[in-house]
């Protein structure tokens, strides 16, 4: 699956919906941004269950704001509408490939234990 172009009317449906999301904020002028889009672009055709979601933050700019994109490019990780992980700059293939191992492992039980402070059931 190719990525996907997300806007303020699509947004939140797209992170909110079960399973791994993938989110670049990136812009058409940003020198990194333009280096990590065949990444993305060649982990999407990997990943096929996975969405990938890009936002161009120039046409997005109150998504991006909303979102408090401070850099760009900057990759967020959604599970099960869960932000799992957000980093700003340019990954590397391998580093990509980690981040989405690691967010396919995650035990999303003890995720939200934590995030709701209680401790994750056994």
Do not use: N
């Amino acid at each position: 699956m190719a990525s996907v172009a997300l806007s303020g009317s699509d947004f939140e449906k797209t992170i909110t919906r079960d399973g791994i999301v993938l989110v670049d904020f990136w812009a058409s002028w940003c020198g990194p941004c333009r280096s990590f889009a065949p990444v993305f672009e060649r982990a999407s055709e990997k990943h096929p269950d996975i969405v990938f979601g890009k936002v161009d933050t120039e046409a997005e700019a109150g998504l991006a704001a909303a979102a408090q994109i401070r850099s760009i490019p900057t990759l967020m990780a959604f599970r099960d509408g869960v932000l799992v992980f957000a980093q700003p700059g340019a990954l590397p293939a391998p580093a990509l490939e980690q981040v989405i191992l690691a967010v396919r492992d995650l035990d999303m039980d003890d995720v939200r234990a934590r995030i709701s402070g209680q401790p994750a059931s056994r």
